[in-house]
């Protein structure tokens, strides 16, 4: 597939269900695109953000994404070789005070 095809039609539907599919940007929302497949998507939807975003992007915008769950985090951390202290979400995390 040739990343000028792709569309956000491309993706499962469920990554993007609370959300107008029709106003989604490929390059001005692509955080949070990124972040919906990390989080929720299957392999296809992997398949394509590579596709769609070289890897430092790729990288750079799962950086600054707000919320990765535990797992998801541990997974991006381990496939991109990045240390998981350097995730905003894990610093936000980690920055809470427990009471």
């Known amino acids: 597939m040739n990343n000028q095809f792709i569309t956000i039609n491309n993706f499962s539907p469920h990554l993007f269900w609370d959300v107008d599919r029709?106003?989604?940007d490929l390059n001005k929302n692509k955080r949070l695109i990124i972040q919906r497949v990390f989080l929720r998507g299957d392999i296809p939807d992997i398949k394509i953000i590579f596709q769609l975003y070289d890897l430092e992007t790729i990288k750079e915008e799962i950086l600054k994404a707000g919320f990765l769950d535990k797992k998801t985090l541990k997974?991006?951390?381990?496939?991109?070789?990045?240390?998981?202290?350097?995730?905003?979400?894990?610093?936000?995390e980690q920055s809470k005070q427990v009471h």
């Open 22 to 24: 029709t106003k989604l």
């Open 75 to 92: 997974w991006a951390s381990d496939f991109l070789n990045i240390p998981k202290t350097r995730f905003l979400c894990y610093v936000k």
